[in-house]
């Protein structure tokens, strides 16, 4: 199984993003996916999750300004990230619950300038 997640940049504060993270591979079981982020030195945290019947969940800094949606179709999903905030910054990182296993994908930099 892989994930590969796309979509990072550099954005003024007040902008916008899409991630977007895709899975392949032998997926026998589909769970929950999932974005998290990781600064430099602090714990990986959960940004938003997706149960497989679209059940979205998101971190208390995030939400009214991130939405999780995910196409089971196309074994994907994508964040789409508003009214971004210079702390918004960080490397994010999809992750996906497959065949009882969790999976990352690589990082990408979301950058967030004020």
């Known amino acids: 199984v892989q994930l590969q997640a796309s979509g990072g940049g550099l954005v003024q504060a007040g902008g916008s993003l899409t991630l977007s993270c895709a899975a392949s591979?032998?997926?026998?079981?589909?769970?929950?996916m999932g974005w998290y982020r990781e600064d430099a030195g602090k714990q990986r945290e959960l940004v938003a999750e997706?149960?497989?019947?679209?059940?979205?969940n998101y971190s208390d800094p995030v939400k009214g300004r991130f939405t999780l949606s995910r196409d089971n179709v196309k074994n994907s999903i994508q964040l789409e990230m508003n009214t971004l905030k210079p702390e918004d910054t960080s490397v994010y990182y999809c992750?996906?619950?497959?065949?009882?296993?969790?999976?990352w994908g690589q990082g990408t930099q979301v950058t967030v300038s004020s």
């Open positions: 591979g032998n997926l026998l079981s589909l769970g929950t």
């Open positions: 992750e996906g619950r497959f065949n009882f296993h969790d999976y």
């Open positions: 997706i149960t497989l019947d679209g059940t979205p």
